[in-house]
């Protein structure tokens, strides 16, 4: 069974940083590209950043670029979202999902909150 | 960047009936390398979005043929028939052709 949980998130200063992760599970991680999507409260779905199997293919949504860096760890089966100058509109929950040719497989997100 | 709009924003409908949800992009989601990357996902109160179309009208495995997606170039559409409770949440489009990928503001499916 295809799993991904993600961690890291919580309460941080604005222009602070903060590092997420999805632990990937039931799957061979290193064969699939991954996403970061992230939800502000009451809000809609924002696509954040993209990574390929390989690490080769990165893209980020134009509202994180130049202040988040995803990652991933093929050895450990890990995605990471580091994230630095943070502000009050990053706050929101954040999903990793799976993308073949879509984005198949979703975690069950992982709240950030940014606030003084 | 690409910008997806989607009407309308909420949809009531009787359990039963057929709703249709449009997505409109301001410019051709066709890649070069000819697939058109426009997905629809239904996030249900509480869960986790879920995958229900794929490359225009490619239906996820276990999803209902209740689900239909269609469209080209820059216009699709989703419609569902004979509308069931386990229907009923936000459905967003989203485009994977260009960078940055983008998801459309969501059409409310409820209950009339």
């Known amino acids: 069974e295809v799993q991904l949980v993600e961690s890291g998130g919580g309460l941080v200063q604005p222009g602070r940083s903060l590092k997420l992760s999805c632990l990937a599970s039931g799957f061979t991680f290193s064969n699939y590209g991954m996403n970061w999507i992230r939800q502000a409260p009451g809000k809609g779905l924002e696509w954040v950043a993209s990574i390929s199997s390989s690490s080769s293919y990165i893209y980020y949504a134009d509202t994180v670029k130049g202040r988040f860096t995803i990652s991933r760890d093929n050895a450990k089966n890990t995605l990471y979202l580091q994230m630095t100058s943070l502000r009050s509109e990053d706050t929101a929950l954040y999903y990793c999902?799976?993308?073949?040719?879509?984005?198949?497989?979703w975690g069950q997100g992982v709240m950030v909150t940014v606030s003084s | 960047d690409v910008v997806l709009t989607q009407t309308p924003v909420a949809q009531p409908v009787t359990l039963g009936d057929q709703a249709s949800i449009s997505c409109r992009s301001s410019?051709?989601?066709?890649?070069?390398?000819?697939?058109?990357?426009l997905e629809w996902y239904l996030q249900k109160p509480g869960q986790s979005p879920q995958l229900l179309i794929y490359k225009v009208s490619n239906r996820f495995s276990g999803v209902p043929d209740r689900f239909i997606g269609s469209g080209s170039g820059s216009d699709f559409t989703l419609k569902i028939s004979r509308v069931e409770p386990e229907d009923l949440g936000v459905y967003y489009c989203f485009q994977a052709t260009h960078d940055p990928f983008t998801f459309g503001s969501g059409t409310k499916l409820e209950i009339k």
């Open positions: 410019q051709s989601l066709v890649h070069s390398n000819g697939n058109t990357y």
């Open positions: 999902a799976r993308r073949t040719v879509a984005l198949y497989y």
